[in-house]
């Protein structure tokens, strides 16, 4: 649907791109925007513009999750949720696929998408990935096909993120060959728990393993909870952890054992096992590497909320920008009322946001290629599911964090309305506040990131060898001390020709763009290994002390890493586009992301003179000009999104306040 805000006709046919005849192809735009799972993710579009699956703003909380766990029958009947599983549980193995149908669902309610995933993305899988024939057997078809509802009961009240530390144990009783669960203390409880409050009747129970006397780490134990009419298993309690800030279709909850038994075939062995005497085994001999491949199996959960993420920021912007093509304020030099689109100020806010959730989705379907050949063993090493984490673990934090400042200026932009339910960004910016947190909380996902960074570097110092790692180290402090003496500055101006121009045109080469990102990560971790580097005597606490001394730059180098990415993703994007109007309108758009990221960090490469005066002012004016530049082209570009007023579902992206434009102009005719 289009409506031209001067006359507030509304057409179903498509607006004609600015482009012209001879200009960029967004249709082009959009198929590449759908990734490569296009007709999956177009079938859950289609299956999400069903009224019967959107959120209500009427409902209380209780009805409000009666309703979410009525849906998701919808969405097994779909058979959408069933992809990830083998054949012979109605599936098709197709990881990546589940995945994308799973980011859709935001646009119909965030609430159902998250009981989707505790159900099926972590208490099937669960059993499926950390489960052997004897689990999927006994437990796996009932999980899928919602004849076990149950919970995934990981995080505690007093670990959260820390699930190494985690204090409920599973004792091993050799003469029942049963464990007893027990959570020794109130910070045991399991918190926050998906399904827990009132549908789950069994849980995924982690536990520290203790057998023979000895604890063998963190492992998962398949417990039942509660009797078919809902109540409590002798020796387990729990709490309703009532209304939140957002996501109440979701009954969270606590739960807490008190020597709850459960047979010794309840524990999911693929990665440990306990004989009936209690014999401890594991093809992992390392407990840390035990602990981080059980985990890694479920990084599925990161990988999808950094998509469903993007997805509301996405919605958010269609929203914003519709209205803002729309929306008029204040008079311009021809007495007529602007255009907010036309405002500067008003792009800047929206369009650098725009290119950010471009580079992230290309990112994404990056992240969900890797995420697939790992998962259905098409290319799954140590060391690839070792990435694996750590690009998703980068690309979730970014992207979260993205889509809720995108949300909140799309708020803010659009006034009032903004601040009004039936546009949707305080119910969007409410529901998915928690994906910054939940699933591996940013900021703890970010030091992984910065210390696989750390181990990178090292281990490219030890394959270099001692001459090698010599000239490395040389090579770093000829860089620092270049750059110290303003020789790396006055390269930049030489480059440049020391005019303005030549600035700009510089830092529109993506050959310059990749080594000004990549020079922030590398130059930040190389400023940070020597300070972490052991010394022989150092205590713990000493290396405790001095980690946090450098904790801040650490994350800010592995945010930097995620932004790098992103960029990598986007260019790559750019180069596989033949079609030479559509490839210069992306490379525009990369640009813009590639400049508000140099822009960010400003103050860091100016203190290190990584960049000139000249390039660093540059940066600005040629950001503020390729931002002018896409504005002809930002309705074009949101729109290849593809979303419908179905799935935006927002008043003031319906036409309406282009029809009371009109009515405005005519009436003062």
């Known amino acids: 649907m289009a409506v031209d805000s001067m006359t507030g006709t509304t057409t179903t046919e498509a607006r004609t791109p600015t482009g012209g005849a001879d200009g960029p192809d967004f249709e082009r735009i959009r198929t590449g925007l759908l990734g490569s799972w296009r007709d999956i993710r177009l079938a859950a579009r289609a299956r999400t513009l069903d009224p019967a699956l959107h959120r209500r703003d009427d409902l209380l909380v209780a009805d409000h999750r009666a309703r979410v766990t009525a849906q998701l029958q919808v969405l097994l009947d779909s058979g959408a949720v069933r992809l990830p ?16 149908a799973f980011e859709e669902l935001v646009t119909a309610d965030p609430s159902l998408q998250i009981k989707a995933g505790v159900q099926w993305g972590l208490f099937a899988a669960a059993i499926l990935h950390l489960g052997t024939r004897y689990h999927h057997d006994h437990f796996l078809a009932d999980a899928i096909e919602l004849q076990t509802f149950g919970g995934f009961a990981m995080t505690e009240t007093g670990h959260g993120s820390d699930v190494a530390s985690i204090a409920t144990t599973a004792t091993y009783d050799p003469a029942a060959q049963e464990f007893v669960i027990d959570t020794p203390f109130r910070a045991a409880w399991k ?353 405790a002390a001095r980690f946090g001394e450098h904790q801040h730059a650490l994350i800010e180098a592995a945010r930097a890493e995620a932004r790098l990415r992103q960029w990598k993703a986007f260019t790559r994007a750019v180069e596989r586009e033949t079609h030479a109007p559509t490839k210069a309108v992306l490379a525009l758009v990369r640009d813009v992301f590639a400049l508000q990221t140099i822009e960010r960090e400003l103050g860091w490469y100016l203190v290190r003179r990584r960049l000139s005066v000249s390039r660093a002012k540059a940066v600005t004016r040629l950001l503020d000009s390729l931002v002018r530049r896409m504005r002809p082209h930002a ?21 309406a306040e282009g029809r009371r434009q009109a009515e405005a102009i005519a009436a003062t005719r």
């Open 191 to 543: 918190d926050y728990i998906g399904n827990a409050a009132v549908d789950a009747r069994a849980a995924v129970v982690f536990a520290q393993l203790i057998t023979q006397g000895e604890r063998q780490g963190v492992h998962a134990f398949f417990v039942p909870i509660r009797d078919e009419a809902g109540a409590f298993l002798p020796g387990v309690g729990g709490e309703d952890d009532g209304p939140k800030s957002g996501l109440n279709g979701v009954d969270n909850g606590r739960l807490h054992f008190s020597a709850v038994r459960v047979p010794r075939t309840n524990l999911l062995n693929r990665y440990g096992d306990v004989a009936p005497d209690g014999t401890y085994s594991s093809p992992i001999a390392s407990q840390g590497r035990r602990f981080f491949t059980m985990l890694g199996t479920l990084v599925q959960g990161r990988v999808s909320l950094a998509g469903a993420a993007n997805t509301g920021a996405k919605v958010a912007l269609q929203i914003a920008l519709t209205y803002a093509e729309q929306r008029r304020q204040f008079a311009g030099a021809d007495g007529r009322e602007e255009v907010l689109l036309d405002y500067p100020r008003h792009q800047r806010r929206l369009l650098t946001r725009l290119a950010g959730v471009y580079a992230a989705t290309y990112a994404q379907d990056e992240l969900l290629l890797d995420f697939h050949r790992v998962f259905t063993g098409e290319h799954d090493t140590d060391e690839s599911r070792q990435e694996l984490e750590n690009f998703a673990a980068a690309h979730k934090a970014e992207s979260t964090w993205h889509a809720l400042d995108t949300i909140q200026e799309c708020r803010e932009a659009c006034g009032g309305a903004g601040f009004l339910a039936e546009n949707r960004f305080g119910q969007l910016h409410a529901d998915l506040d928690v994906y910054a947190t939940f699933e591996g909380d940013n900021t703890v996902l970010l030091q992984l990131v910065g210390k696989r960074l750390l181990t990178q570097y090292g281990k490219r110092l030890k394959s270099a060898g001692r001459a090698g790692s010599a000239r490395i180290v040389a090579g770093q402090l000829v860089g620092s001390a270049a750059a110290s003496a303003g020789l790396t500055a006055l390269a930049q101006r030489v480059a440049d020709g020391g005019t303005a121009a030549g600035a700009s045109r510089s830092l529109r080469d993506p050959a310059v763009q990749e080594a000004i990102l990549t020079e922030r990560v590398a130059v930040a971790v190389a400023e940070i290994a020597p300070a972490l580097r052991s010394r022989p005597g150092a205590s713990a606490a000493e290396l």
């Open 85 to 100: 599983f083998p054949e012979a549980f109605g599936g098709t193995g197709d990881a990546g696929g589940n995945l994308v």
């Open 635 to 655: 309705l074009d570009l949101v729109e290849a999104f593809g979303y419908e007023q179905g799935h935006l579902r927002a008043a003031i992206s319906s036409g």
